[in-house]
Each structure stands twice: as C-alpha cells, then as structure tokens.
C-alpha cells in the first residue's frame, strides 16, 4: 500500500516557521546577489542560454542568436564594472546565499498563510458556474480571466491538472512488478483511492495504448517473463461528472484525463522531431495538417495480436466520448467536452480534442446544427503539430489553454528552431517553413507561470523539476497575476510538491520523493519470505473489463 500519511492530495498549507538563521534579519538577498566574478559568469550564461530557447512568439531563436553575439560586448563591459563594485563594496557574508528570499520574508509569508489556513477550509469552496460556464471553457478565448486569473477559473484549472496528476500517482512504475505499466487500482475506485472523490466525477472507461514505433523512454515495461502485457501500458481515463456536480458545473462535463510519460525529461530524445500526415484523425486526403509521427502513433497504434490494444487508444476513447454525447444530449443537457494532460499527456489530448471535432462526435443527437464545446487544458505540453494543424484545431472550435512553466523547455519543443516564433517572417518566408518536416506551431492560449515567484521553491531549480505536475499545481494556486506576488491564499499543500521530486527548499524539512510504495512493494508471505503481493481481484488489469458504467 502507498503509504497513507503523504498520500492525501489534502490542499492544506505544509508551513514551517522556524526557518530564520543568526544574523540574517537584516538580509534581503537577491537572486543576482553574487560574491565572485565566476558566479555572475555562470549567471550570465544561464540567462543567455534561457533567453536563446525562449522565442516568446516574438522572434526566432536564429535572430536571437544574432542579438545575444551584438550583444557580448555591452555584456562584458557590465561583467567589468560589477567586479570593481564587488571589489570596492564587498556584499556582506549573509548576502552570498541564493535564495530569492531571505528567511524572514520567508518566515512572514509563512505566518500569513499559517493564519489564512487555520481560519479557512482545507479546500477552495465549490462555486456555482451557472450560465457563465461557457467562458470558463473558452468560449471567448478566457478573455479578461486570466490576468489576473479568475478564482473561478482557477479551480477549474487545478481540477484538471488533479485529474491529469492522477495517472501519475495511479501508474504503476516497479519494473520489478509484472503489472509495471498498468493501472494500480480498478476504475470505480480510482478516485477514491487518489482522494478525489469529492470531485464529482466517476471514471467511465480506461485507455491503453501502444506504439509501432520504437520509444522506450514512453512505456513503462516489466521484467517479469508473464507480465500482464508485453506491448501496452494504461494511458488515461474517461470520467463524467455525476448530478450533483452537472448541477453546479451548468452542464454534464465528459472528462478525459491522459497519462504523460514514464520517466521526467529522457523521453525527450526519442522525439523524432519528424511531421506525419494525420490520416484518418479527421481528414485522410488532408496531407498539409501534419503532427509529430512518435504521438500520433502512440494515439493510433494497434495489433490484433494484442490482448489490450486490438483496438487504438484513439478507438478507444472515441467509442466512449461518441456514447456519452448520444446519451446525455438525447436527454436533452448541455454537455461539455474537457480534456487534460501534462507533457507527453497534453500532446495525446490535442490529438483527442482535434479528432473529436473533426469528425463531429460532438454533433448533439437532438439537434445537428448544435455541437459540444471541446477544451483542453494541458500542462507544459511540447508543440504536436504544423501550421497547418493549429490552424485545422481552430478552424473546428477547439479551445486550448496552455498552463506553461516559462522554466520548462519541454514546452519549447520540438520546433526549437521554426516555431510560431517566425511567424513575422511568413510573408517572406511562409511556403518554405510549412515545408520543413520540423516545423511546429503551439495551438491556443498561454498561461504563464514563473518558478522565482514562489517563496517555497529552491532558487536553483533542476530542469525535470521544472516539468513536475504538482510544481505546476503549487504556482497556478498561488498565481493571482503577471505583476501580483504569489498568493497568500493558496490552499493547495506545498508538500505534495516533492512528492516525486526535489523542488522544495530544504528548510521546509519535507523529504524528496516521498511517494513511494511500503518496502518498494515487497511484502512478507506466511513463511516469512519477502515476495511480490498478488493484487486484489479487482484491481487485476483484464481486456474484458475495458467497457463503461451504466448511466
């Protein structure tokens, strides 16, 4: 069993006061604060290096380059000037450390978010969504609502990012298991077992998934010689929200949730970085609308020969959202189509979200002219496809939001070099970058979020940590706006960040990757012996048990 006192996805604030040190009362530090010309070099590299990945929609990385090398000269003179500064005016010893903020600061924000905790809930109240629920969903491209961010729409963002974190904790990552890569637990107790059966929702239908082509950063795999399959692994889910909470939301929300990659940043070389028509996605004689062919044939792939994946994932979670809009619209609702995933899992839902509208599945069975607004909410999602995609994604209604960590490459990739960074240059140049076989452009809205305003995070960041799910969660609770610090109010439990990373600073006292199986999942037999548990019968991954509730 996971071991239960970390394992509560509570959002009450993890607040340590007792962090303040001798002699440092008087100390603001600066996260440029230096006492050595080597450290402002490194300083200096890293800021080149970020702002040659960052293209921002402006420019192109390549003009970029040409800056930062105009630019060297002007930088060095200020390297100059900064050493004789130093060397006449020494930082005091406390001022060397590279904190953003010193412990106090630390220690008053910690008071004021121990005092906001203790006089309110553990969770964000639940907000009536009314007649408004379209804008929430995009209708207007959240116009006006994200900054600053509406409370509202906030919620309903860390939702999905939950149910998107929910394939994390859920998954099954012990090689050492035969049931490496599959689902822990059944899907009527999926949520209950994440503690996220007060969102409302129940899960309908689980996704499996393979790939003809060779990946293996993507899967997890088991060294068992009879695992429970050799050629699939669980990918997500499909969940409905149940009466009660269609009441509130305004509508009967069908939620697909996908599962990113097994491991943090190393499946990031086996992207190909090599566009692929989308065939019979939504438009088979369509060659222009191309996307990366690794996602696309994680999405489609299939084998008769499977016990799992004789159907794609894309059959799979079609067949369901299909069922679903037929049953509630004939009933007369208002329904909504969200769909949400993290990284390699924000790829797949585009996918989703784009063939979903392309091949109308979310026509309204009473009323043809109506269709089912579809809206994908993904965090620090790589781009999936060309122009000519992105342009096809809007073209049907699909709305995108983009939760980015503006320290995170994988967002920046693939398309590193032609982005939507060149499209300035398109008049001139627009025939021959739609030709390359690697150029990208982002679909939707960007949200934006910053790692250095959070007083809780390490000021020296690692690049998977970055990419973490919960560090995502942790900055949109405390996100209020571009120019705002970071939220006093944020319930969300800071120490759910860690959970499998080590992003937190180290006198928050929460030890690293704390989420992890009792004695890595061994237990003792009645003689003694430490052996891998067989599961509960329910919870056995089966190919029969792939169908969906009764509603």
């Known amino acids: 069993m996971i071991q239960s006192a970390y394992i509560s996805n509570s959002h009450t604030p993890f607040v340590r006061t007792s962090c303040t040190t001798a002699g440092s009362a008087k100390v603001k530090s600066s996260r440029v604060s230096s006492s050595s010309s080597t450290n402002l070099r490194i300083l200096a590299a890293r800021n080149r290096s970020s702002k040659s990945l960052l293209n921002g929609g402006k420019v192109s990385a390549v003009v970029e380059l040409a800056a930062d090398l105009l630019e060297t000269k002007e930088r060095q003179q200020h390297t100059i000037r900064k050493r004789a500064d130093l060397r006449v005016n020494p930082p005091p010893p406390e001022a060397t450390q590279t904190d953003r903020f010193s412990p106090v600061e630390l220690q008053k924000f910690a008071r004021r978010l121990e005092e906001v905790s203790r006089n309110s ?44 974190q929910a394939t994390y904790d859920a ?79 305004g509508r009967r929300d069908i939620t697909v949730a996908w ?25 088979s004689e369509c060659t222009a609308i191309k996307v990366e062919r690794g996602f696309l044939s994680i999405y489609t792939s299939k084998n008769d020969a499977t016990r799992y994946n004789k159907h794609s994932a894309s059959e799979q979670v079609m067949e369901e959202i299909r069922r679903l809009v037929a049953l509630y619209t004939g009933r007369g609702e208002e329904v909504s189509i969200s769909i949400c995933g993290h990284s390699l899992g924000g790829a797949l839902a585009l996918l989703n979200a784009f063939e979903i509208a392309a091949k109308g599945v979310n026509v309204h069975a009473n009323d043809p002219t109506r269709k089912v607004p579809v809206t994908v909410f ?87 940590g970055c990419h973490n799910l919960e560090v995502y969660l942790h900055l949109l609770d405390g996100f209020e706006s571009s120019s705002a610090p970071f939220r006093v109010e944020a319930r969300r439990d800071v120490a759910l960040i860690n959970k499998a990373s080590d992003m937190l600073r180290k006198d928050l006292m929460v030890p690293t990757n704390w989420h992890q199986l009792d004695n890595k999942g ?16 329910d919870d056995v991954p089966s190919p029969h048990g792939l169908g969906s509730f009764s509603s």
């Open 378 to 464: 993904s965090f620090g999602a790589p781009r999936v496809g060309n122009g000519a995609f992105k342009d096809a994604v809007e073209e049907h209604g699909v709305k995108v939001l983009r939760v980015v960590g503006k320290q995170d490459v994988v967002p920046k990739m693939p398309g590193i070099l032609f982005n939507e960074g060149m499209e300035k240059y398109e008049k001139v140049i627009g025939h021959v970058l739609e030709s390359l076989p690697w150029s990208y452009k982002h679909v939707g809205v960007e949200l934006g979020l910053e790692i250095k305003k959070s007083p809780f995070l390490r000021s020296n960041p690692d690049l998977a």
């Open 121 to 164: 809930p553990t969770v964000s109240p639940k907000e009536d969504l009314g007649q408004d629920w379209r804008k929430y969903q995009g209708s207007n491209n959240w116009e006006g609502l994200l900054d600053p961010l509406s409370p509202k729409l906030r919620r309903e963002i860390v939702k999905y990012g939950e149910f998107a």
């Open 522 to 537: 061994l237990v003792r037999n009645c003689y003694g012996r430490w052996v891998q548990p067989e599961r509960d019968a």
């Open 259 to 283: 599962r990113g990659t097994v491991t943090q940043l190393e499946w990031m070389e086996n992207l190909r970085d090599i566009l692929h028509p989308v065939g019979d996605l939504g438009c």
């Open 171 to 249: 998954f099954d990552f012990d090689a050492h298991s035969k049931y490496c890569g599959c689902c822990r637990y059944n899907r009527q107790r999926l949520l209950e077992k994440l503690h996220l059966q007060n969102t409302g929702y129940r899960v309908s239908k689980y996704l499996y998934a393979m790939s003809d082509v060779h990946m293996p950063k993507f899967f997890g795999r088991s060294n068992s010689m009879d695992p429970w399959s050799k050629d699939s692994n669980w990918m997500g889910y499909v969940a409905v929200s149940t009466d009660e909470e269609t009441k509130r939301l």
